[in-house]
Protein backbone atom coordinates (compact mmCIF):
# COMPACT_ATOMS: atom_id res chain seq x y z
CA UNK A 1 0.00 0.00 0.00
CA UNK A 2 1.00 3.60 0.12
CA UNK A 3 1.78 6.03 3.37
CA UNK A 4 1.31 9.66 2.10
CA UNK A 5 2.65 12.09 4.81
CA UNK A 6 1.56 15.49 5.04
CA UNK A 7 3.42 18.66 6.10
CA UNK A 8 3.11 22.71 5.66
CA UNK A 9 -0.22 23.50 7.36
CA UNK A 10 -0.23 26.12 10.17
CA UNK A 11 -2.13 29.47 10.76
CA UNK A 12 -1.69 32.21 8.42
CA UNK A 13 -3.43 35.65 7.70
CA UNK A 14 -6.04 36.19 5.10
CA UNK A 15 -4.32 37.08 2.13
CA UNK A 16 -1.74 34.73 3.00
CA UNK A 17 0.11 31.91 1.43
CA UNK A 18 1.10 28.15 2.49
CA UNK A 19 2.27 25.27 0.61
CA UNK A 20 1.54 21.82 1.38
CA UNK A 21 3.59 18.93 0.86
CA UNK A 22 2.42 14.90 0.97
CA UNK A 23 5.84 12.88 0.59
CA UNK A 24 4.15 9.27 -1.04
CA UNK A 25 6.20 5.87 -0.30
CA UNK A 26 7.02 3.19 -2.56
CA UNK A 27 8.44 3.34 -6.31
CA UNK A 28 5.05 3.61 -8.15
CA UNK A 29 3.82 6.94 -7.52
CA UNK A 30 4.28 8.43 -10.85
CA UNK A 31 1.24 5.94 -11.52
CA UNK A 32 -1.17 7.57 -9.37
CA UNK A 33 -3.64 10.11 -9.25
CA UNK A 34 -3.21 12.53 -6.12
CA UNK A 35 -5.64 14.91 -4.80
CA UNK A 36 -5.78 17.07 -1.94
CA UNK A 37 -9.13 17.37 -0.04
CA UNK A 38 -10.50 19.54 2.87
CA UNK A 39 -13.09 19.53 5.48
CA UNK A 40 -14.03 22.51 7.20
CA UNK A 41 -16.10 22.23 10.50
CA UNK A 42 -19.77 21.07 10.05
CA UNK A 43 -19.07 20.48 6.15
CA UNK A 44 -18.14 17.74 4.33
CA UNK A 45 -14.76 16.48 2.48
CA UNK A 46 -14.45 17.96 -0.77
CA UNK A 47 -11.98 17.67 -3.66
CA UNK A 48 -9.58 21.03 -3.83
CA UNK A 49 -7.73 19.97 -6.58
CA UNK A 50 -6.17 16.60 -8.24
CA UNK A 51 -3.41 16.09 -10.99
CA UNK A 52 -3.11 12.80 -12.94
CA UNK A 53 0.03 10.62 -14.08
CA UNK A 54 -0.45 12.62 -17.31
CA UNK A 55 -0.03 16.11 -15.33
CA UNK A 56 -3.99 16.70 -15.72
CA UNK A 57 -5.18 19.13 -12.82
CA UNK A 58 -8.33 19.88 -11.23
CA UNK A 59 -9.26 22.40 -9.42
CA UNK A 60 -12.56 23.20 -7.41
CA UNK A 61 -14.16 26.30 -8.90
CA UNK A 62 -13.56 28.68 -5.24
CA UNK A 63 -9.97 27.66 -5.20
CA UNK A 64 -9.55 28.91 -9.25
CA UNK A 65 -6.52 31.08 -9.29
CA UNK A 66 -5.50 30.47 -6.44
CA UNK A 67 -4.30 27.29 -5.58
CA UNK A 68 -1.69 25.30 -7.81
CA UNK A 69 -1.24 21.36 -7.38
CA UNK A 70 2.12 19.91 -9.02
CA UNK A 71 4.13 16.90 -8.15
CA UNK A 72 7.77 15.65 -8.60
CA UNK A 73 7.85 12.29 -9.25
CA UNK A 74 11.67 12.19 -8.25
CA UNK A 75 11.14 12.77 -4.95
CA UNK A 76 7.05 11.05 -5.13
CA UNK A 77 5.67 14.43 -3.43
CA UNK A 78 2.71 16.34 -4.44
CA UNK A 79 2.46 20.09 -3.60
CA UNK A 80 -0.61 22.58 -3.04
CA UNK A 81 0.83 25.95 -3.19
CA UNK A 82 -2.13 28.06 -1.72
CA UNK A 83 -1.89 31.88 -2.46
CA UNK A 84 -4.71 34.71 -1.33
CA UNK A 85 -6.37 32.85 1.22
CA UNK A 86 -9.43 33.50 3.16
CA UNK A 87 -10.96 32.37 6.37
CA UNK A 88 -13.35 30.37 4.42
CA UNK A 89 -10.22 28.25 3.59
CA UNK A 90 -9.63 27.26 6.93
CA UNK A 91 -10.03 23.25 7.22
CA UNK A 92 -8.20 19.88 7.95
CA UNK A 93 -6.22 19.45 4.47
CA UNK A 94 -6.02 16.05 2.99
CA UNK A 95 -3.48 14.29 0.68
CA UNK A 96 -5.07 10.77 -1.04
CA UNK A 97 -4.00 9.33 -4.38
CA UNK A 98 -5.32 6.57 -6.12
CA UNK A 99 -4.77 4.27 -9.29
CA UNK A 100 -6.37 5.77 -12.59
CA UNK A 101 -8.47 2.96 -13.55
CA UNK A 102 -10.43 3.48 -9.66
CA UNK A 103 -12.87 5.95 -8.87
CA UNK A 104 -12.13 6.51 -5.02
CA UNK A 105 -9.20 7.34 -3.37
CA UNK A 106 -7.43 4.76 -1.81
CA UNK A 107 -4.64 6.14 0.24
CA UNK A 108 -4.93 9.04 2.55
CA UNK A 109 -2.95 10.82 4.57
CA UNK A 110 -3.50 11.68 8.54
CA UNK A 111 -4.56 15.46 7.79
CA UNK A 112 -2.84 18.64 8.44
CA UNK A 113 -4.75 22.11 9.59
CA UNK A 114 -4.89 25.15 7.51
CA UNK A 115 -6.32 28.03 9.82
CA UNK A 116 -6.58 31.42 7.86
CA UNK A 117 -7.31 33.98 10.03
CA UNK A 118 -9.24 37.57 9.64
Known amino acids: QVHLVESGGGLVQAGGSLRLSCEASGRTFSSYVMGWFRQAPGKERELVAS???????YYADSVKGRFTISRDNTKNTVYLQMNSLKPEDTAVFYC????????????WGQGTQVTVSS
Open 96 to 107: AARVSSRARYEY
Open 51 to 57: VSSGIIT
